[in-house]
Every structure is written in C-alpha cells, then in structure tokens.
C-alpha cells in the first residue's frame, strides 16, 4: 500500500494529481509507472507489482478483480500468445455455469507484459 501511496504523491508533484472522475491514464503516464524501479521481475514482490499493474491495463480489472484470478483462466497458443478467460465482471454477467466465458487475446507484440504473465504463471 505505502508503494501506492509513494506513486500519488509523485504523480501529485508532476501535477498529475487531481483527476477527473472516468479520466483514464495517457501513454505517458502508463509508461512512467511501468520504468518505475519497483515494476520488474527482480524479486517476487516487484514481480507481483508487476503483473498487477500489467492486468489493470491490459484486462481493464477494476479494485476487487484481482483477487479473483485463478491460474486455469489464463492459457498460452500456441504462437507464444496468452488468452484470458474473464467469466465475470461488471460488464459480462455470465458466470461458471451460464456459459460462455469473454475472452481476451494478450499478444505477442505487447512483449514485455505478455512475458511476465507468463513467467509468473511458470514459477
């Protein structure tokens, strides 16, 4: 949480800091956040930081969603590729036993999330 909290106060003294309601991050703050020391694979807690703020942005998880993920939602193609299975949330209510699930293609080319995801679902 103090991780968090550090990061609002930098954003606040780049004047990032008040926010309108649904304003979305832009490419450079986005990019900021993922050159900050604490955002790599070099220990299992910045490699957990690492995949959280990866899923925020690719998957569009809100507060709660993380906690939700299980490791059979997730598979590789066979390109090198991951596919998420997203069977609930706030805009696809169909749930494990009313059908199909959303699925969301990770490429390639977003290399560097792509790889991490994978590398955390290896170890």
Do not use: W
């Amino acid at each position: 949480m103090l991780f968090y909290i550090k990061k609002c106060v930098i954003f606040k003294n780049k004047n990032f800091g008040e926010i309108k309601g649904s304003v979305a991050l832009n490419s450079q703050q986005i990019q900021e956040i993922l050159q900050y020391p604490r955002i790599d694979r070099s220990n299992p807690v910045n490699l957990l930081y690492c995949i959280f703020i990866c899923l925020s942005i690719l998957l569009a998880m809100h507060s709660g969603e993380h906690y939700q993920l299980k490791v059979d939602q997730f598979k590789i193609e066979r390109h090198g590729g991951l596919q998420f299975f997203r069977y609930t949330s706030k805009n696809n209510q169909h749930g494990l036993h009313k059908g199909q699930a959303q699925v969301i293609p990770i490429p390639l080319d977003t290399a560097r999330p792509c790889d991490d995801i994978k590398f955390y679902l290896a170890s």
